[in-house]
């Protein structure tokens, strides 16, 4: 017989909040699934429901949402997700995506960017202009992995219209986390009192370009030599521990100069390519993608469902969180829309592109996330309604998106339609 113990072990809170969270995310998944949604709504409105037991007098999963190993692995998990993100694309697929992508992308950042900045400044009048510009650019990120589920669903992924989409979400993307990157370092600058003159605001957006630049120009070159180093080892898990170091090594660079980690992680994604690691491949190991995936799926939910547990419904239904959520959801669907304006070429259905680019999902809610840990005199960038407001926009877009599409691509046929399910291809 052991004797019984006089202390719990420490991990033990940790172990029952990730056997919760997993357990919610993985159901919240499933029911998603099978009414046509992607699994990740699903995981999100499970946290949000979990983090809402308190107001119906069952509170067990309240110490959950400020238990600080969970907070880490869910900030891991938004590394790895930024990660997965970037191996979705290369530099080298970027750069054919053409002239109609980067337009729309552009467009798609700054319409959203500055209706919701324009709708913060109406609706939240006491708080920071920082604020007001940070709700903007929640709304600038497209959902590339939502969008190329419904895309693929809806057997649509040969026409050219989606593969302007998809090439615009990534680049909007990575615009997207420029615009985290410039609005983090001018909130720092205030938190610490430095000047926000021309000459330092001009810095901060140079940093955040030439980090990017410099980590795809000299990732690009170095990557294939690292992985052929690498796979002189043989032990298992090889490709994936390299992969991950550097994923780690270029979030951390980018902490060090005072960017968002998400940052250095969807740049390492980015860099490296199936190509690179081609010797792993033929002594049969998995593809990183693979790999980094069957990472994601424990990691990545722990995210989404802490997310979803930080809205607060008592929050929300208030008259002006309500509204607040509502011309959010209005501005961030007209931004998207006028991004198919952008498009050039004849015969495209620019309606259908500007459709495609509605869904936020992870990227709209990492912005939201970051803004909720920033605070200017003592007072949050953003509070809890509107973080409540923000999470009410990226379920309601989300929801919208697949019968929008069905609609929009509906109205004409053209020869150019699949028949079911095909491989994406830019």
């Not at 680049?171 to 000459?199: C, E, F, K, N, Y």
């Not at 180093?229 to 032990?235: D, F, H, I, M, N």
């Not at 304006?341 to 970051?370: K, Q, S, W, Y």
């Amino acid at each position: 017989m052991f004797a019984p113990t006089t202390h719990g072990d420490a991990i033990a809170p940790v172990l029952l909040a990730l056997a919760v969270i997993l357990l919610v995310a993985k159901l919240g998944g499933d029911l998603a699934s099978r009414v046509g949604q992607p699994a990740v709504l699903g995981e999100l409105i499970g946290g949000i429901a979990l983090g809402n037991l308190g107001h119906v007098g069952m509170a067990f999963a309240e110490p959950f949402k400020t238990e600080p190993a969970i907070d880490l692995l869910a900030r891991l998990g938004a590394v790895i997700l930024l990660f997965e993100v970037g191996l979705q694309s290369t530099v080298a697929e970027m750069r054919k995506v053409g002239v109609s992508s980067f337009l729309v992308a552009c467009v798609g950042v700054l319409a959203p960017w500055l209706l919701g900045w324009l709708v913060a400044a109406w609706l939240r009048p006491n708080a920071s202009v920082y604020s007001h510009a940070f709700v903007g650019a929640t709304l600038t990120a497209t959902s590339v992995g939502i969008t190329a589920r419904v895309l693929t669903d809806l057997g649509k992924a040969s026409r050219i219209e989606s593969r302007i989409v998809l090439g615009a979400a990534v680049i909007d993307d990575l615009l997207g986390l420029i615009v985290l990157t410039i609005m983090s370092g001018l909130i720092a600058a205030t938190g610490t009192q430095r000047s926000l003159s021309p000459a330092s605001i001009a810095i901060t957006v140079n940093k955040g370009i030439a980090f990017l630049v410099c980590a795809l120009v000299v990732g690009v070159r170095l990557s294939p030599h690292v992985l052929k180093a690498a796979s002189r080892l043989k032990s298992r898990g090889v490709l994936l521990a390299t992969g991950l170091s550097l994923c780690f090594f270029f979030a951390w660079l980018a902490n060090a100069l005072g960017l968002a980690p998400i940052v250095g992680a969807f740049a390492a994604g980015l860099i490296l390519e199936k190509a690179q690691y081609h010797a792993f491949l033929e002594r049969g190991d998995p593809t990183l993608d693979a790999s980094v995936e069957s990472l994601s799926h424990v990691f990545v939910p722990v995210f989404f469902v802490q997310m979803g547990m930080r809205a607060d419904l008592g929050a929300l239904f208030t008259p002006t969180t309500l509204l607040l959520g509502g011309v959010l959801i209005v501005v961030s669907i007209a931004g998207k829309l006028v991004s198919g304006l952008g498009a050039i070429g004849p015969g495209l259905d620019r309606l259908t592109i500007g459709v495609g680019m509605i869904p936020r999902g992870e990227v709209g809610l990492i912005f939201a996330n970051v803004g909720l840990g920033f605070a200017i005199g003592g007072q949050p960038v953003i509070d809890r309604g509107t973080y409540s407001a923000l999470v009410l926009v990226v379920v309601v877009t989300t929801l919208i998106t697949p019968a929008a599409l069905a609609w929009s691509f509906g109205r004409k046929r053209t020869p150019h339609d699949g028949p079911g399910k095909q491989a994406l291809e830019y």
